[in-house]
Nanobody, 128 residues
Framework: QVQLAESGGGSVHAGGSLKLSCVVS????????LGWFRQAPGMERELGAI????????TYADSVKGRFTISKDNSSNTLFLQMNDFTPSDSRVYYC?????????????????????WGKGTLVIISS
């Protein structure tokens, strides 16, 4: 059974930092493409990823480029998202999905991008 468990969310002031984690089980972690998506409270989940990683390749949406960093640790089957310089618009539920194959540029293009396995998300609240 595939499971993805996000953690690390919380309440942070604008300009602050936070690091999210996502522990993955039930699939060959190193062989999968992973990403971070997000959803504002009461809204639909954003169509595309804000960050993606496949082997050593990474991609970012313009909204987070230069502020957020995606990384992973294959030894612990854990995906990370280091988030810096928060703005109130970063207040979202953050999800980490996985898929066997990805198109890296398309993941963060802003258009709808499908991924197969999803976690339940972790909430990040940014106060001004």
């Amino acid at each position: 059974q595939v499971q993805l468990a996000e953690s690390g969310g919380g309440s942070v002031h604008a300009g602050g930092s936070l690091k999210l984690s996502c522990v993955v089980s039930g699939l060959p972690f190193a062989d999968y493409c992973l990403g971070w998506f997000r959803q504002a409270p009461g809204m639909e989940r954003e169509l595309g990823a804000i960050a993606g990683i496949d082997d050593d390749s990474t991609t970012y949406a313009d909204s987070v480029k230069g502020r957020f960093t995606i990384s992973k640790d294959n030894s612990s089957n854990t995906l990370f998202l280091q988030m810096n310089d928060f703005t109130p618009s970063d207040s979202r539920v953050y999800y980490c999905p996985a898929d066997r194959r990805c198109s890296m540029p398309n993941m963060t293009s802003g258009y709808y991008y499908h991924m197969h396995y999803w976690g339940k998300g972790t909430l990040v609240i940014i106060s001004s």
